[in-house]
C-alpha cells in the first residue's frame, strides 16, 4: 500500500502528463485547419532547406489522441498505485484481481484442471505396470528433469553424495512401494561420526577394514585388527557381513559401488566425520500423482526397458 502521499504523487505525474500531451497536442494545432497547407515557413533553415509551418497530419494527430486515451484504457484495466484496475483472472474459483501472479496461477490452474484426469489414472495405475506405459514414462523424465536433475543429473547417474538411481543398489530400497516412500517423505541417512571413539589409527584400521569387505586392495593386518571393532560399532546399521540394511539406509559396503568413493581417503574422510545425505520429501511439492509417475520412471530405470 502507498501512503496518501505517494498516491497523490504518482497520479499528478501520470495524470499530470498526459493532460499536458493533450493540451500541447491542442496548442500545436490551434488555429490550423488540418487540410490548410501553407507557405509560410517556420524560419528553420538547413543548408538552404526551409521548414514550412504545415498542421500536423490528421492521421498523427489522431494517433496522438490514441495514445492518451489508450493510457486511460490501460490505467482503467491495470490499475495505478493502489487502484488496482478492473481486469480480473478466476483463481480457485474466484475473480480476483489481475496481477501477474494471478494470470500465472489461473493459467497453471487451468492446465492442471486439462491434466488432472491423465494424472488420476497414472495414479490409479501400480507403478510397476506404470513403468512400461510410454507415455507416464516420458513425463516422469520431464518431471525428473525439472525436479530432481539438480542432484541426480540429468541421466540420474547421480554423484558424489546423490545416489546413482539407475543401478538397482538400494540405500532405501527398490521395490515401488519404497520408491514411492523415498519421495513421498524424503529420507534422511544418519552415518555417526567415529573420529573420536576410534582414534586416528583405529580410523586407519577400519579403512582398511572397509576396503577389504570389497575385496579392494588393503593392509589384511590392519583390517584384522578392526573386524572384531566392526561387529562391535558397525554391525547394528550395516549387519555383520557389511551388506547393509535398507530400513536405515545403510549401504553395502562388499559392492563395488560408493557412494562417497571408495579411496582410502574418501573413507577416512566419511569415518572420522560421518554422513548425513538428505533427499527431500516431495509429497508437499509436487503431490502424490507427479511422485506416482515419477516413481514408475526411477522404478523403470533399472528394470529393464
Ligand atoms: C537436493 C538434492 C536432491 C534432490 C532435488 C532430489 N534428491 Fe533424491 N536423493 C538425494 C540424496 C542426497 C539422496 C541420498 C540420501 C541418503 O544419503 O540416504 C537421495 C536419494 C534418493 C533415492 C533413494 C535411492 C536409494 O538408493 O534408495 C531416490 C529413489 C531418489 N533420491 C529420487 C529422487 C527423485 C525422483 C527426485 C526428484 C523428485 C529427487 N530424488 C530429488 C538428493 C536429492
Ligand atoms: C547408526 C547406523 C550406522 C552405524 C552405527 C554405522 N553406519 Fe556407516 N552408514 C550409515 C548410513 C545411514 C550411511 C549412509 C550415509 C548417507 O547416505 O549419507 C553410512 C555410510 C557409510 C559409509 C559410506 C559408504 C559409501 O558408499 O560411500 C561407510 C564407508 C560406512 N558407513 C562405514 C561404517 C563403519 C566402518 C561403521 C562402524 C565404525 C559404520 N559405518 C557405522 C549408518 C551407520
Sequence with gaps: MLST???????AIVFGSMIACGLLILYVSKGQRKDETTSETTGHTYDGIEELNNPLPRWWVIMFWGTIVYGFLYIGAYGLGNFDG???VKVDGE???WTSTNQWKAEVQAFEEEIAPLYAGYLATPIAELAKNEDALQTGQRLFKSNCSVCHGTNAMGAQG???LTDNDWLWGGTPESIKHTLMYGRQAAMPAWGTTLGDEG??????????LSGLDHDAEAAEKAAPKFQMLCMACHGADGKGNQL???PNLTDEIWLYGGSTKQIKFTLRNGRNGKMPAQADILG??????????VYSLSNGE
Excluded: C
Design 5 to 11: 502521499f505517494w498516491q497523490v504523487w504518482i497520479m
Design 248 to 250: 536405515v539406509g545403510a
Design 162 to 164: 546423490f545416489p546413482n
Design 288 to 297: 502424490e500423482d507427479k511422485v506416482h509417475v515419477l516413481s514408475a520412471y
Design 95 to 97: 475473480d480476483v484481481t
Design 86 to 88: 478492473l481486469l480480473t
Design 203 to 212: 580410523i586407519a584400521d577400519m579403512t582398511e577394514y572397509v576396503r577389504s
